[in-house]
T-cell receptor
Framework: DAGITQSPRHKVTETGTPVTLRCHQTENHRYMYWYRQDPGHGLRLIHY???????DKGEVSDGYSVSRSKTEDFLLTLESATSSQTSVYFC?????????????FGNGTRLTVT | DAKTTQPPSMDCAEGRAANLPCNHS???????VYWYRQIHSQGPQYIIHGLKNNETNEMASLIITEDRKSSTLILPHATLRDTAVYYCIVRPDSLGGGGADGLTFGKGTHLIIQP
């Protein structure tokens, strides 16, 4: 959807190791978002970006950092993965700010921290 | 502090119209009604959105009541591939100057299309 590719699709890692998830989009969208989805919690916003090098925190940002050095790429980094970060991570993009511009989502990365 | 209320689950026969209700009685004048769906193991898929008027696209129709306190998503000819969790979301129109501008997902309605 909307040319969004998330990589890797699946990853298993050990507690304490760094992990980077990548979101790549081909739509030249300015706004990009990282969400996590857990049973009983729905989708929760981690971080978002409103332009190259412009990022801000979402609802559940502790333990995560992001970077956006190019329009098309938005990286999510877990500096030291914990078991509580086991989740499915979704990236989303939109071209304009405002309620009239739908977000489009990638197909997710399933991360397991053992 | 959910802004929308949806039934947790619904059934619909294949080939019939699926009508999914949503209550959003506290909606503000600058808030849009959005519908997404999520098929198992996939990302949320945008379906349709509207502000005041009814909307139709190739996937569905959105009927918003005149007082905007509720809406109905209509899938005109449901197929087995429409089995999914459907989310009704109220989304504010950003006034600019930054802000998350994201979506807040609730629990949604699990729609099951029966053969």
């Amino acid at each position: 959807d909307a040319g969004i590719t998330q990589s890797p699709r699946h990853k298993v890692t050990e507690t304490g190791t760094p992990v980077t998830l990548r979101c790549h989009q081909t739509e030249n969208h300015r706004y990009m978002y990282w969400y996590r989805q857990d049973p009983g919690h729905g989708l929760r916003l981690i971080h978002y970006s409103y332009g190259v090098k412009d990022t801000d925190k979402g609802e559940v940002s502790d333990g995560y950092s992001v970077s956006r050095s190019k329009t098309e790429d938005f990286l999510l980094t877990l500096e030291s993965a914990t078991s509580s970060q086991t989740s499915v991570y979704f990236c989303a993009t939109t071209g304009r700010q405002g309620g009239n511009s739908p977000l489009h989502f990638g197909n997710g990365t399933r991360l397991t921290v053992t | 502090d959910a802004k929308t209320t949806q039934p947790p689950s619904m059934d619909c026969a294949e080939g019939r119209a699926a009508n999914l209700p949503c209550n959003h009685s506290t909606i503000s004048g600058n808030e849009y009604v959005y519908w997404y769906r999520q098929i198992h193991s996939q990302g949320p898929q945008y379906i349709i959105h509207g502000l005041k008027n009814n909307e139709t696209n190739e996937m569905a129709s959105l009927i918003i009541t005149e007082d905007r306190k509720s809406s109905t998503l209509i899938l005109p000819h449901a197929t087995l591939r429409d089995t999914a969790v459907y989310y009704c979301i109220v989304r504010p129109d950003s006034l600019g100057g930054g802000g998350a501008d994201g979506l807040t997902f609730g629990k949604g309605t699990h729609l099951i299309i029966q053969p």
